[in-house]
């Protein structure tokens, strides 16, 4: 018998039964954190649902508006800082942005919170929303830049039909007046060719 088999056979151990397991890994274990300004509570684990909500907010944030034309990288620590400590702990941040930008990122607070937060939930926070971000921005770099082709095109199509639109008038106000057009039409293709062909050094300066 493989170690596999051994395995397969084994009886299945369901840890949910086992309360005071489930329970240390079920509760929020908050502390209360004493600092020479103020003190707080902190909690080391947040569950699955509000960190996925966390993660959401902070990759949210870095786009300006709805649309999410406009990308800001610089405000990720920022953002990431700001939910965290909202999440989890029972600080109230400042609702003037510029106080609060100052507060999480030219302070200590962050430091002393993120020592009691369980480093492997930190961790995968920090990696999953810098993913998201970029594969966020890249896609609507992509989308922009398919808009942009698409009106360009857009465009063309309209001055090629503008164009062609043009020459058709031209050519019967000829013909009304009784011009050969075709023999128009070649004088001037020979005129194109032959400036073509003359323009090798028509910038350039006699000395």
């Not at 649309?67 to 989890?88: C, Q």
Request: glycine share 4%; with cysteine; proline share 3%.
């Amino acid at each position: 018998m493989t170690p596999t088999d051994e395995r397969i056979h084994m009886d299945k151990i369901k840890v949910e039964n086992y309360t005071e397991f489930m329970k240390g890994a079920m509760e929020d274990d908050w502390v209360q954190i004493d600092t020479p300004y103020f003190s707080f509570n902190v909690r080391s684990f947040i569950p699955l649902i509000e960190m996925m909500y966390l993660c959401d907010e902070v990759v949210d944030n870095c786009f300006a508006d709805e649309a999410e034309k406009w990308f800001h990288p610089e405000v990720e620590e920022f953002e990431f800082r700001r939910a965290v400590i909202g999440a989890y702990t029972n600080i109230e941040l400042p609702n003037d942005l510029p106080e609060a930008y100052a507060i999480c990122m030219n302070t200590e607070l962050f430091s002393i919170i993120s020592e009691h937060i369980n480093k492997l939930q930190l961790h995968a926070m920090t990696k999953n929303i810098h993913n998201m971000i970029m594969e966020r921005a890249v896609r609507r770099r992509n989308e922009f830049g398919e808009a942009v082709a698409s009106k360009v095109l857009s465009w063309i199509g309209s001055a090629d039909a503008v164009i062609h639109d043009t020459m058709l008038r031209v050519s019967k106000e000829m013909e009304d007046k009784g011009i050969d057009v075709n023999a128009v039409f070649e004088e001037l293709k020979g005129y194109l060719e032959d400036a073509i062909a003359n323009g090798d050094g028509a910038d350039s300066t006699e000395e």
